[in-house]
DNA sequence: CTATATTGGTTTCATTTGCAACAAAGGCGG
DNA sequence: CCGCCTTTGTTGCAAATGAAACCAATATAG
């Protein structure tokens, strides 16, 4: 006979209502529309697109500081901004005072691309978000907050 | 001289604020926390784990089943369901009336292992929760539902 | 029934990924 | 200056992944 505590007997692992599962599954559904609307016609890679996104925003940034910004690894960046130069969509242009870094900016060809995209994915975002009122906006970007806080607090790769 | 519209000049991009990005970094590393967990410790993969997870919940399912529950595709089930069995710790056993089928369920040892780990993924969700009000996790879980019904009406790859 | 389409699952192949090793450059203590 | 550690970025290799072809079993249409 199994013990007769009646609270806690067992953790319950849901599926549906565990919350990494829950996440993990929207996020990558929400990553998969916005990248339907670039991959093809642009022939872009998400971490292409990600870069170019980085860049678009912030430009002359170095490998390393688009890997900081995109929570990409070196090498995934490295790979893609090789394939953006070769494509023509990125320059690298050298670093005035350190020579290991390469300043990478959009060419004429990838700013068109990112004054394309952008603008797709914004729409994307703000559908997404048309199911909330401007109060459930706020509450989410708090709370997502709190969860970015606290995951940085266990999650650390030691 | 650029247009004189002041408002919606140029639709902003900003990573940070911009909620696909933020859901996909805040997954990763949920994820990755709770694999840090059990990923050297029993030798296993993310797929493999969650494979054990739905049959630690819900045993006899197919493998189609079990793709529809974790949101896997069927060839990564598949891979992740042999591996599991090589390992003993997972078992297929012949559906009585589809002989395409194989009905999935835990060995012991695979059942060990899900009564160890699960605790531990409870328990990391409960610490990520725990910045949160119970009022605030109701919240959070209202706005994740939305926001998946929002996302399955423009997200279906078509 | 038989022919055809569909479904469950596996395999093959090309691509992507991630880790570890590496080269090249810079920083720093002596 | 010189040796040594660190940083930036690339490359090699092995493992993970995904798309599509495929096989076997079942369901369905005629």
Redesign the pocket.
């Given at each position: 006979m199994p013990s007769d505590r009646a609270i806690a007997a067992k953790p319950e692992l849901n599926l549906d209502t565990f919350l990494p599962y829950r996440l993990s599954v929207l996020s990558n559904r929400v990553s998969d529309a916005i990248a339907r609307q670039y991959s093809e016609r642009f022939d872009l890679?998400?971490?292409e697109w990600r870069i170019i996104a980085v860049l678009g925003q912030t430009p002359n940034l170095?490998?390393?500081?688009v890997?900081r910004r995109t929570a990409m690894?070196?090498?995934?960046?490295?790979?893609a901004?090789?394939s953006l130069v070769r494509s023509r969509r990125l320059a690298r242009s050298e670093d005035s005072?350190?020579?290991?870094?390469?300043r990478l900016s959009l060419t004429a060809k990838g700013r068109a691309i990112y004054d394309e995209v952008a603008p797709l994915a914004l729409r994307l975002e703000r559908l997404l978000l048309s199911s909330l009122s401007a109060q459930e906006r706020n509450t989410l970007d708090n709370l997502m907050h709190k969860l970015d806080r606290q995951v940085s607090l266990l999650g650390a790769p030691e």
């Open positions: 890679s998400i971490p170095s490998a390393r500081d890997a690894d070196k090498v995934q960046v490295s790979r901004v090789t005072d350190d020579a290991r870094i390469s």
